[in-house]
């Protein structure tokens, strides 16, 4: 059996008891090293097989291999596993497998929902997730999804938006938005959340401070109803109050 498991944004709080099990359950666990980090507690002595973030191939493949015979393997992921996690790569290599191998997704908190409860309540309404990496997806369908998500005003998530290499995406990506986000618009950012340096700041649209921004943040822009109070983001679900 694979568990493709989701443990959260950082905390052992923010584990599912899901998670917990499945991890307990299994006899060899698979990860990226800082998220095997994360989880220390619950692995003791278990066998751990770990490598770099751009294996993430090399890693699913060998746990399927190890499922293959007999052991109960674990995949670790950070957030959910289904989001920009490692569920889908696990299902694609088992699905070519002509052995049957099974496989259980266990859900995690993801980190938009984990740094949405930081900044009080930004989310509430329609929403979605875009990762900013073009990595395995081109540019064009990154900005195209930008610009239309903006444009039906969701409140935006931004996974991925900025990396030492790509650091110019997400002011990019701002400029692409900034044609149906108003100036005055909301925006949370949430560093490390749950994790031991977690850092929250809200600011406008017009006033975003990109260089607060890095690879373990999450940047959620609201839509027009938005407002801040105190240091809270709220959006109104319609209740009349
Ligand atoms: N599967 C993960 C997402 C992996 S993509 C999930 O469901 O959360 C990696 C991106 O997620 C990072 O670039 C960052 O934008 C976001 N992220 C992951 N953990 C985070 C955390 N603890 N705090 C803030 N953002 C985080």
């Not at 490598?51 to 746990?63: K, L, P, S, V, Y």
């Not at 900025?162 to 650091?167: A, L, T």
């Amino acid at each position: 059996m694979i568990y493709v498991i989701g443990i959260g944004p950082g905390s052992k709080e923010m584990m599912t008891l899901e998670a917990i099990n499945a991890i307990e359950n299994s006899e060899v666990i698979v990860g990226y090293k800082t998220y095997i980090n994360l989880i220390h507690e619950f692995i003791k002595d278990k066998e751990v097989v770990q490598n770099g973030m751009r294996q993430e191939i090399d890693r699913c493949t060998e746990a399927v291999k190890i499922a293959k015979t007999g052991k109960n393997v674990a995949v670790i992921s950070s957030g959910d596993a289904g989001i920009y996690g490692m569920a889908g790569l696990v299902l694609e290599l088992v699905s070519k497998e002509e052995q049957k191998v099974e496989v259980k997704i266990v859900p995690g908190v993801t980190a938009s929902i984990g740094a949405a409860a930081i900044l009080g309540a930004p989310i509430m309404h329609d929403f979605c997730h875009i990762s900013l990496s073009d990595l395995l997806t081109p540019w064009e369908v990154i900005e195209k999804r930008l610009k239309l998500a903006a444009d039906a005003d969701f409140v935006i998530c931004l996974y991925n938006p900025r990396s030492k290499g790509r650091s110019e995406h997400l002011s990019k990506a701002f400029k692409i938005m900034s044609e149906f986000k108003d100036g005055k618009t909301p925006v949370g950012i949430v560093k490390d959340a749950g994790r031991e340096n977690e850092e929250k700041f809200i600011c406008t649209f017009d006033n975003m401070d990109f260089d607060r921004v890095d690879m373990t943040t999450m940047v959620i822009v609201g839509n027009k109803s938005t407002f801040i109070h105190e240091d809270l983001i709220i959006t109104p679900r319609g209740y009349t109050v």
